[in-house]
């Protein structure tokens, strides 16, 4: 702990600076000091409909949701014990467009608060296949397996996916307003209906952290030192699944962030997950809501997509890692 | 981000060309009869000139507004771009155009690139493409099957007017003065439906169409939908007005909503879900003045949003059926 203690100061300044500038900095110009009065003593001028109804809830969802892609990355990392685990890799972004195009397709358009749920279940379901075809035979779920068995889901679901968009109009226009992540315009309720499932799978993934060291020594040492590995892998995927999920489901498939933030918390603890999954869901969303402010400035008075900014910000932040030393050994 | 060609396409440019072109027949043209062009037809288009020699009898398209016109002209194309998947029932065409198909079925085609192989089974002996981004190569190969007719130089893809684009397509047929009969009758309309409402002049209007997240696409004073709204007597409210920078369109966000309350009237494409309840949910959109007056207009009929993506002499009817009425009521 003595080792993270003083970076942990550092990454919790940095989230209070960027929970600040979320909520301070957007495409509508507005002084700093109104902000602050704002949030306190709201007015019912268009500011203060843009503060609290816009912006508060806003960086509300991207704490959430930075901390669920942070978090369930680092979890599948360890999990997988490959150091390029993503939400991408165990399908449950495709599993999530799959069951949002599905439902459009079979049931017209979806209300906006109930494809949620679609999607939701899609990255569920998809994400057991994927365990069950990566588990499946006598070598059980290795690192290799699995990520073998998420590239070929992933690859068969979008092909479905881009089917169904071909023949289908709105399927289309519900997948084109998925493809890209963005944290802005959701519904008010958005926030309560994910924040349940975000919480719990927190919860589940910081209680994970002492089996998976254990994991993380290898199934051998592992098993010698008591490490309950079937136990550890189902509450881990499901923890992923849920975070994952939650995220997935609320904002779109969001990149860079689940795979970058848990190198970064390598880069600053050491491997010990008790340390490395807090502060990766810390950290994420310093990530995340960075990209979401810059995204808000850079094309007034419209906007870019936390989507896009993250990807453009975190492919350079990503190989800075790499670069720079060797990726902390899983 | 990116806007798909299907439901945002972009129109555009000015009616310059066609005016310099001048009203009157061309010599030799004559009073060609409808379905009887003359030749050999020249026209000239940003890859060259083309020479049609004689009355193209299978025409093929994979211009947008291109089948409306082709139609209009009394051609039924062989074969036609994909619009809209849900008008392959209808045989590839718009709603408003099908009765002139006259039983005839186009093969119908993906319009993101040209496949020539399915060109080449239907025997074209004209193929137009003004209202799609036809690239060099396409031409080149386009050539080696038909005559082909590009947009006329001195457009951006996609931005070739309707009015213009009438000419262009005329002139591959050798009928452009019936072309120009048409592109006259689509105008006079226009303006009837402007001189009985003359509150249109005394407004300003936004066409909005909801983005992915929150806010809405604006479209440039000369993008197709725009320059319909202006040709009804609208202005674009200047602050609007000088958000483009040369794009056919801009993004507002949901926080920069307030820049719409200049207007009077709001036409909101309300066609894609759940952008548009996404964007009509925020608490910016319902503060906006037309919004709390009441005065939008909205575009729940893809048909209807189409057909002002892709203005043609036959949309143009019924887009003026749809909305001029729907403009009357939300500005009484």
Redesign the interface.
């Known amino acids: 702990m003595r080792r993270g203690a003083p970076w942990l100061l550092v990454v919790l300044a940095a989230l209070a600076l960027v929970l600040l500038l979320s909520v301070g900095v957007?495409?509508?110009p507005i002084p700093l000091g109104r902000v602050w009065s704002l949030v306190w003593r709201p007015d019912g001028s268009?500011d203060a409909?843009?503060v609290?109804?816009?912006r508060i809830p806003r960086t509300l969802l991207g704490l959430m949701v930075g901390a669920a892609l942070g978090v369930a990355g680092a979890l599948m990392q360890a999990l997988t014990r490959n150091p390029l685990a993503d939400p991408g890799l165990l399908g449950v972004n495709a599993g999530a467009a799959a069951a949002v195009v599905t439902a459009t397709t079979l049931l017209g358009?979806?209300?906006?608060l109930a494809?949620i749920w679609f999607a939701f279940l899609g990255a569920a379901v998809a994400s057991v296949v994927v365990y069950g075809i990566g588990t499946a035979g006598r070598s059980g779920a290795t690192p290799v397996r699995l990520a073998l068995a998420g590239t070929a889901v992933s690859i068969a679901l979008i092909a479905y996916v881009e089917g169904l968009t071909?023949?289908?109009?709105?399927a289309?226009?519900?997948y084109?307003?998925w493809a890209?992540g963005?944290?802005?315009?959701?519904?008010?309720s958005l926030n309560a209906q994910i924040a349940p499932f975000i919480l719990a799978g927190l919860v589940l993934a910081v209680a994970l952290g002492r089996p998976l060291n254990a994991i993380g020594l290898g199934e051998d040492s592992g098993r010698a030192l008591g490490a309950r590995l079937v136990r550890t892998r189902v509450l881990g995927a499901v923890a992923i699944t849920v975070l994952c999920g939650a995220a997935t489901a609320a904002v779109g498939p969001i990149a860079f962030v689940g795979l970058a933030v848990p190198h970064v918390a390598r880069a600053i603890t050491g491997p010990d997950e008790r340390l490395v999954l807090p502060l990766s869901a810390a950290i994420a969303p310093v990530m995340l809501l960075g990209a979401d402010v810059v995204g808000?400035v850079v094309?007034?008075?419209?906007?870019?997509?936390v989507g896009?900014v993250s990807a453009l910000a975190g492919a350079p932040v990503f190989i800075a890692i790499v670069r720079r030393r060797r990726i902390a050994q899983l | 981000?990116t806007l798909?060609r299907?439901?945002l396409l972009a129109g555009g440019g000015a009616a310059l060309a066609l005016a310099a072109c001048g009203d009157s027949d061309e010599p030799g043209g004559g009073r060609a009869a409808a379905g009887r062009g003359s030749f050999p037809a020249k026209v000239p288009h940003k890859f060259g000139t083309t020479v049609v020699r004689v009355e193209p009898r299978r025409v093929a398209t994979y211009g947008g507004g291109d089948v409306d016109t082709l139609l209009a002209l009394g051609v039924a194309p062989v074969l036609v771009p994909d619009i809209?998947?849900?008008w392959k029932r209808l045989g590839g065409v718009a709603p408003w155009s099908r009765e002139r198909l006259g039983g005839t079925e186009p093969v119908v085609v993906s319009n993101e690139q040209v496949d020539f192989e399915r060109v080449a089974e239907v025997r074209p002996d004209l193929v137009t493409a003004v209202e799609f981004d036809m690239k060099r190569g396409d031409y080149d190969k386009l050539t080696e099957l038909a005559p082909t007719v590009a947009p006329p130089s001195g457009y951006a893809p996609y931005t070739v007017p309707w009015d213009v684009m009438a000419v262009q397509v005329g002139a591959a047929l050798g009928r452009r003065a019936q072309a120009r009969r048409l592109v006259r009758a689509a105008r006079s309309r226009i303006a009837a439906a402007a001189r009985a409402n003359p509150a249109f002049g005394r407004s300003r209007a936004v066409l909005i169409d909801p983005?992915?997240?929150?806010?809405v696409y604006i479209f440039a004073p000369n993008d197709v939908r725009t320059r319909f709204l202006s040709d009804l007597g609208f202005t674009m409210p200047a602050a609007i007005e000088e958000?483009f920078e040369g794009q056919f369109y801009?993004?507002?966000?949901?926080?920069?909503l307030?820049?719409l309350d200049e207007a009077d009237v709001l036409v909101l494409v309300a066609?894609?879900?759940?952008?548009t309840?996404?964007?009509t949910?925020?608490?910016?959109y319902r503060?906006v003045r037309a919004v709390r007056e009441e005065r939008v207009v909205r575009i729940d009929d893809?048909d209807l949003a189409i057909a002002m993506s892709y203005s043609s002499v036959l949309s143009i009817p019924y887009q003026l059926r749809e909305i001029v009425p729907a403009l009357r009521a939300a500005l009484a």
């Not at chain 1, 358009?109 to 906006?112: L, R």
């Not at chain 2, 983005?211 to 806010?215: A, L, Q, R, T």
């Not at chain 2, 801009?250 to 920069?256: D, H, I, N, Y």
């Open positions: 957007g495409a509508r268009s409909a843009i609290h109804d816009l358009t979806v209300d906006p494809y071909i023949v289908d109009r709105e289309l226009d519900q084109r307003f890209v963005a944290l802005g315009g959701h519904p008010g808000r094309n007034r008075p419209g906007e870019l997509e896009i | 981000m798909t299907r439901t809209d998947p849900r983005d992915d997240d929150g806010g958000l801009a993004t507002l966000s949901a926080e920069r307030d820049m066609t894609r879900e759940p952008q309840a996404n964007t949910g925020t608490a910016t503060r893809p």
